[in-house]
Each structure stands twice: as structure tokens, then as C-alpha cells.
């Protein structure tokens, strides 16, 4: 992994989390005043590195809100400038990884949703509603 820029991004990107982001909460915060009842970063799969940032294990249906960094979103990837080729090459990991997931967890059965952090909460507290009936 390079050295980052300066103590200013090693910060940062040290604070970055992976679960319980702003959208993740608002999207978990819906659903239960709606009366549903799901897991929080689980394993859906047992043998599988994946964990769903909403779950519902009777539904099998697993939820990820993807950063749009992380991820790779269409409208708002950006690519670093400094260590660009690295960049490069780790988000694209993480992409491949991401639909290696979908297809391993469709195979056994469960329901995959991806939303981008920047879908308003109630548009996706919506799809999953739609999803789960």
C-alpha cells in the first residue's frame, strides 16, 4: 500500500468506517419504524467474506448502501490523482469483489439489493419494502 499524501489524509482515510454510515442508520431507522426487524453487518453466508450492512434472514434478502467512492457509482466515482494507478486497481477490486458476492449469494438463494449512499432514504427504505413483499 503507498505512503499516503500527508498525516491530514492518513487521518481521514483511517476514520473512514465501514458500517453504521449516515445512510446506513437513516435506511436501518425506517425500516424499523416501520416495523421491521433485520441484522446489522451480518454474514449471510457462513463460507462467504461478505457482510450485508441490513439483513432480513428469514426473507433472505441482504441489503449493501454502497459508498459511491468505494464502489464505483456511475454518477459519482471520482478517481484519486495522487497514487492513481493503486487507486485505480483497488476500486476496481472492489467492484469485481462486489459482484462475485451478488452472484455467490443469488446462487444460494438470497435476494441482493445494492443502493448508492446518495438514494434518499425514503426512496430506499421504498425498494426494500418492495423487495420484502
Excluded at 454510515?21 to 437513516?26: G, H, M, V, Y
Excluded at 455467490?104 to 443502493?115: D, H, K, P, S
Aim: net charge positive; with cysteine.
Amino acid at each position: 500500500m503507498p505512503e499516503p499524501l500527508d498525516e491530514v489524509t492518513r487521518s481521514r482515510m483511517r476514520a473512514q468506517g465501514r458500517r453504521d454510515t449516515k445512510p446506513e442508520i437513516a435506511i436501518r431507522r425506517g425500516l424499523h419504524a416501520l416495523g421491521y426487524r433485520f441484522r446489522v453487518d451480518y454474514r449471510p453466508a457462513p463460507d462467504l467474506r461478505c457482510r450485508g450492512d441490513i439483513v432480513f434472514t428469514k426473507r433472505r434478502l441482504v441489503l449493501f448502501v454502497d459508498g459511491c467512492f468505494w464502489h464505483g457509482c456511475p454518477e459519482h466515482a471520482t478517481s484519486p490523482k495522487n497514487n492513481a494507478e493503486w487507486w485505480r486497481a483497488k476500486l476496481d477490486a472492489n467492484m469485481a469483489r462486489d459482484r462475485r458476492a451478488d452472484v455467490a449469494l443469488e446462487e444460494r438463494g438470497w435476494t441482493v439489493l445494492r443502493i448508492w449512499e446518495h438514494v434518499p432514504p425514503c426512496d430506499a427504505i421504498s425498494l426494500v419494502v418492495d423487495a420484502l413483499t
